[in-house]
């Protein structure tokens, strides 16, 4: 092989077809597909879909049904940093809309949203299991507890 050729070749794709491959023949091969496919790429892009349905011979249509029913899966690439705010009930109660409220502003994005600059991703989680700290956050899964407004910024400003 051509050391020339070497470089057309996509070792992204590579991985994804070995993922395929380690799959192919299993009962239920679509979500593990798609959560490795996720892990190698970050998100899940337009021909990633394409390559998986053809490759499994799934319509699109119903791998788009179930990346778009199931909350891990991204079709958007998402931030350096992902916050997840926490609105389980303990945070609910103890100020959690608060802190929501103040990460909106301080990022100028909504839940699900990704800032400009691809710095933050931002995140409303059900429950991070961490509801003696109420309210909490976390950050590339670093747990932040005991939450006040006016600690947002500075925690915020640790994460390039």
């Known amino acids: ?11 992204k794709q590579i991985k994804l ?20 496919a996720q ?3 970050g998100y899940l892009p337009t021909d990633v879909l394409k390559h998986i349905s053809k490759a499994l011979r799934i319509p699109l ?15 958007v690439p998402s931030g350096r940093n992902v916050i997840n705010v926490c609105l389980g009930t303990a945070c609910h109660v103890r100020g959690g809309a608060k802190v929501l409220e103040t990460i909106e502003k301080a990022l100028k994005i909504k839940d699900g949203a ?3 600059d691809r710095r933050f991703t931002l995140e409303v989680v059900a429950c991070i299991g961490a509801c003696g700290l109420a309210p909490v956050i976390s950050i590339n899964n670093e ?18």
């Not at 077809?17 to 798609?34: H, Q």
Request: aromatic share 10%.
């Open 114 to 116: 990704t800032t400009e």
């Open 61 to 75: 249509a119903r791998i788009y049904g179930v990346v778009t029913f199931y909350a891990q899966f991204r079709l």
């Open 17 to 36: 077809d070995e993922i395929i491959t380690k799959y192919r023949n299993e009962n239920g091969p679509l979500i593990p597909v798609l959560q490795h």
């Open 39 to 41: 892990e190698v790429y």
């Open 143 to 160: 747990v932040h507890g005991r939450l006040l407004p006016e600690s947002i910024a500075e925690i915020l400003a640790k994460y390039e």
């Open 1 to 11: 092989m051509c050391t020339a050729c070497e470089d057309l070749v996509d070792p």
